[in-house]
């Protein structure tokens, strides 16, 4: 074992992980299902002898998989390198297609996979973006989206399914009959909620769909793109016509495969509401701070959260100090997403929903999985209890601030 393998095994050990949105642990049996395609069946699937062929029906078979997480047909799905490239290459494509629209309709609370490619398009297409708000529950204003779709003007309209910050689901089945109404291609980054929350495309008829592979227990570095049937779409990636030509590249085969029984793991708890379990550790978790702990505020509108995220403002902590402290204590969670960890200004997320500034600085999310107990949450319970209390012993108090961190 070299030195930094051996470190990282001393940091991990024994550690409580809340930080399910920025990626997930492996699931055991995706991790089983995945090995043989990294040993014995290591063939390119587009050859031409029975062994290939062997893993081309196992590529056939992930498809099926994801499209019925997802309630999709099987070539509805192109499998992609991550959730960003899915993103990237529906946008470049709905781009090209813009003609004398020029609006990208958008909200202010996506993740930077969607707003940073659409601001590059100004340069290419001259395409100009719109972030429509969210309200203080962190929702999307649908009135102020249905006037930018009746405005004529929009080539397409991408909104998330649910924030990766706040987990707050999004009104996507209202936001698709107002933009098809107004005859405008929709997409959604489904990424953080596929795997959590039903998703279901023949009920809620989005065009395209983003999925990641690692934000539900398959290895990161492949994602999934759904394409309603009948849809056009042009690749990012041109050259040997893999997944119907609709991205090239020879398949990250085993990893696809993981993505895969990721995909009907999920959906066996999801049709079985096992994640309700999950909710019930979160509820457990904030209850107890929110009674254990003075000045703990819960963001978001509450009723419309995925199963497993917890969005936390701590008066007169500031994140930064309470991540140093967390981890220490071992607990692993964000401030914000986890892009902006080590960033001081607060999320665009935050400032959307009207959070001030000294409570976004505050706020911290703590993301489960179907791995978290209730040992853990109890675990984690105290160590923030003991964080927060710490750094108000050296502040002076809640509400009492700069922070400064002594550990
Ligand atoms: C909402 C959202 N979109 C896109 C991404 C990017 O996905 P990937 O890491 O697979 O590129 C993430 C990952 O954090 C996300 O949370």
């Known amino acids: 074992m070299t030195a ?13 992980y809340l930080d399910s949105n920025a990626t997930t642990r492996i699931h055991p049996e995706v991790l089983e299902a995945m090995m043989p395609f990294l040993t014995d069946h290591w063939y390119n699937p587009s050859s031409g002898y029975r062994a290939a062929r062997m893993v081309r029906e196992a590529l056939e078979c992930a498809h099926a998989q994801v499209a019925a997480l997802i309630h999709a047909k099987p070539e509805e799905i192109v499998f992609t390198g991550c959730g960003t490239e899915s993103n990237n290459a529906v946008i470049a ?4 297609q813009s003609d004398h629209r020029k609006k990208i309709i958008t909200s202010a609370i996506e993740h930077s996979a969607i707003l940073r490619y659409c601001d590059s398009l100004a340069d ?3 395409l100009v973006t719109e972030k429509i708000g969210v309200d203080a529950g962190g929702r999307l204003l649908l009135d102020d989206f249905s006037e930018a779709m009746d405005a004529g003007d929009a080539a397409m309209a991408s909104i998330m399914w649910a924030n990766n910050e706040t987990g707050m689901i999004q009104p996507i089945a209202e936001a698709v009959e ?30 395209y769909l983003s999925i990641s592979g690692h934000k539900f227990h398959a290895p990161k570095g492949v994602g999934a793109l759904y394409i309603r049937e009948g849809l056009r779409f ?10 119907s030509g609709r991205r090239s590249g020879t398949e990250n085969v085993a990893s696809i495969i993981g993505m895969g029984k990721a995909a009907e793991i999920m959906k066996k ?23 254990e702990i003075d000045g703990v505020r819960v963001n978001g ?46 999320s665009h997320v935050q400032t959307a929903m009207g ?21 853990e949450t109890d675990a984690a319970a105290e160590a923030v209890k003991k964080a927060v209390n710490k750094l108000r012993s050296v502040q002076g108090g809640p509400g009492v601030g700069p922070v400064q961190v002594f550990t």
């Open 178 to 207: 107002l933009a098809h109404r107004a005859g405008v291609p929709f997409h959604t980054d489904a990424i953080q909620a596929v795997g959590k929350t039903v998703v279901d495309v023949r009920e809620v008829p989005v065009d």
């Open 234 to 243: 042009e690749p990012l990636l041109r050259g040997g016509g893999q997944e």
């Open 4 to 16: 930094c393998e051996n470190r990282f095994l001393r940091l991990h050990s024994g550690m409580i």
């Open 355 to 375: 959070i001030s500034a000294s409570q976004a600085k505050s706020s911290l999310r703590l993301s489960f999985s179907l791995f978290s107990t209730r040992a």
């Open 269 to 291: 708890r999801l049709d079985t509401h096992a994640n309700d379990g999950v909710a019930e550790l979160r509820d457990h978790f904030e209850r107890r701070l929110i009674t």
């Open 124 to 126: 290419v297409y001259g």
């Open 301 to 346: 509108a509450l009723a419309y959260r995925t199963a497993n995220t917890s969005h936390l403002s701590f008066e007169g902590c500031e994140a930064a100090g309470l991540l140093i402290l967390l981890d220490e204590y071992g607990v692993q969670c964000s401030a914000g997403s986890a892009c902006m960890t080590g960033k001081q200004q607060p």
């Open 93 to 96: 494509f709905l781009a090209s």
